[in-house]
């Protein structure tokens, strides 16, 4: 099924057909109306050289109006191989296909709502034969019984006719468009953006990129440059200010050497002042007990530090290079 964009938007335009694989543009007075084109002529040339093919309306009043236009449009410097010209169905429109298709001419009959209209477009030659399911269905019409019979037509009678799925409002008209199997569909440029968007696939992608990050990334890729470490000879209320200074909710306390003596925590500070009261700020850091500290080296994979985070419930890791500190990792961290 071709993919056209459905749009006048040049930034739009622009953006879409980065994609790589688009086939090309339709576009209407409408839209350029819309977004205070001012020369006509102009744009059609510039969208020219942007997309593979673009398809543009050639306006009349009579078959030999269109095609006057058309070959008007045609010495602006159009490729003929790569332009479709877009006519309203009518008796005059199905008249002047004919007479663009003799002379090897792209058309697209649109403006399609009947299986009849379909028919004597396809009839006539049109390369592409365009129902408008969204018109169609605000006027209360089973536009996709519509659509359906149209492509059974061309596909039954052998007419080369390309049946286009356009008036696209929503997701849902693309993957009725993929049932049905129109042969040419024309989006608008904001419902093709939101065509892969899903929460499963966001959901397994996120899983996907944070696994890699854990198996990939060592724990030292991800620890700031702040090393929060105290002597044990610092006095409580000196190592509760640098705390703060950190920013971190504990800090390491090491001996004379540089190595760890413990992890000292803000949940230590509250059950010291429970136990001794006001006498605690009194106290160095050597007047606490310490455990055996939570640590990773730094050269461990992140996922060693998550794998500790879920085991033991903590907020903050210990980070060491062999036996002395070099920062913290917290549980944030990850979450980066």
Known sequence: MELYLDSADLKEIEDAFKL?????????????HRGGVTDVDALIVKLSKMVPVLQIEALGNTAEEVVKEAHRQLKLGLDPKRT???????LEGVRACKLLRDENLLVNVHLVYTLQQAYMAMKAGATYV?????????QGHDALELVGQCVFAADHYGYNSKIMFSSVRNAEHIRNAINIGVHTITVPWKIIKALPDNNLTTLGTNQFIEDTRLVTMKVKDVISDINPVVNVNTSLTEALVKMTEYGFGAITVTDASGNVVGIFTDGDIRRALQKDGPDTMKKKMSDFKYGQPIAV??????????DIFKQKHVDTILVLDGTKPVGMVDIQDLAQ
Request: charge should be neutral.
């Open 297 to 306: 080296q730094q050269t461990d994979a992140l996922r060693v530090a998550n």
């Open 130 to 138: 365009c129902p408008l399911v969204g018109r169609l269905q605000d």
């Open 84 to 90: 479709v010209f877009k006519i309203p169905v009518s």
């Open 20 to 32: 790589g694989f688009l086939d090309g543009l339709t576009t209407t007075p409408t839209f350029m």
